[in-house]
């Protein structure tokens, strides 16, 4: 973490300004994840990238920093706004207190599957959440795939939520979230996912809750070793632009950004599907033990959660037709 600030420091007393720039900078667009290189929102950026270079004869391309190089998503949401970098790649998780409308698609048990993520997220209900980031300095790229997040702990199967009473559970940033475990009955606990593997290592965590991918590509598999299949929330990835760094592209250049970053989602989507099923073999040959649970119960546990965001009108309404769409 010293490093990633002193990065950004750096970054911030050269003229980080200049390194944005695409003139002075050779069109080097900066962009970032919390995951490794090979995770599929990582290389769904690279495919971006080199396809955005050959488009425009080398003249932008994208320099990725993943592995959480330049922070945790709160903070990386933040320098995309402000233009110290040009792209983040966060979970909408991140992104829920500040834009309400990406509450929609993370509210527990509200998405039922991928399938139904993908018709929400292709259609208008997509569209509207995307340009809902202009509102605050930052232009909505793409959505991409998470997959159903469970539950994983480091004591026992949890197959009702009466099972996570007294568990401490990470989760991210999100008012959404922290709402959710606690409704399912869980103490929870908000961390950055870079410091869930220690926390769960020293005992400062009994759990979290995550996709397949995060569970084994962020080494948690090690340490917990109890999965339910909650699926509670299918919370999508944004790749999101500083709106700053958008406006200095000239209007073609904005339209080729937009296309192919739309194009980067069906390449996302092929190897999401794949690497989900990898990760999920993997886990449990590496001795992972897997529970059904009684999701009604837990949906049951869940519905003054949703029902106490019902109160933002735009939020209402998009969660009606997300609900429509089941
Ligand atoms: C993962 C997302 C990542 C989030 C993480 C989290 O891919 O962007 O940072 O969850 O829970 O599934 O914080």
């Excluded at 950004?257 to 073999?281: C, G, I, P, T, Y």
Aim: hydrophobic fraction near 40%; glycine fraction near 8%.
């Amino acid at each position: 973490m010293r490093l990633n600030r002193r990065f950004v420091m750096a970054l911030a007393g050269g003229g980080l300004l200049a390194a944005c720039e695409p003139a002075d900078h050779g069109g080097v667009l900066t962009a970032c994840d919390v995951h490794r290189d090979g995770y599929p929102t990582v290389e769904a950026v690279k495919w971006l990238g080199q396809r955005l270079s050959e488009q425009t004869q080398g003249r932008l391309t994208i320099r990725n920093y993943p592995s959480g190089q330049l922070g945790v998503e709160d903070d990386t949401i933040a320098l995309a706004q402000s233009g110290v970098i040009d792209m983040c790649r966060v979970n909408a998780a991140s992104l829920n207190n500040a834009f309400p409308l990406t509450q929609v698609v993370c509210m527990p048990f509200g998405i039922e599957d991928d399938a139904h993520l993908h018709r929400v997220l292709d259609g208008a209900i997509g569209q509207e959440i995307l340009n809902s980031f202009a509102n605050r300095g930052l232009i909505g790229l793409a959505a991409y795939d998470a997959g159903g997040r469970c539950f994983y702990n480091t004591h026992r199967p949890i197959v009702q939520p009466s099972d996570l009473k007294g568990l401490k559970i990470r989760v991210p940033q999100s008012d959404v979230f922290i709402d959710a475990v606690a409704a399912m009955g869980a103490n929870p606990t908000p961390l950055g996912v870079g410091a869930v593997y220690s926390a769960l290592q020293s005992r400062l965590i009994d759990g979290a809750e995550n996709n397949w991918p995060t569970f084994d590509s962020s080494r948690h598999v090690e340490v917990a070793h109890y999965w339910s299949n909650t699926r509670h929330s299918y919370s999508p990835e944004f790749l999101l632009m500083s709106a700053k760094s958008f406006a200095r592209l000239s209007t073609t250049d904005q339209a080729t950004l937009r296309e192919l970053a739309k194009a980067s989602v069906q390449v996302m989507r092929q190897n999401w599907a794949r690497f989900e099923a990898e990760s999920r073999d993997r886990a449990l040959k590496a001795g992972t033990k897997m529970v059904d649970v009684d999701r009604a119960t837990f949906k049951q546990a869940c519905e003054p959660v949703n029902r106490a965001r019902l109160t933002h009108p735009d939020v209402a309404r998009l969660f009606a037709a997300v609900r429509a769409m089941v």
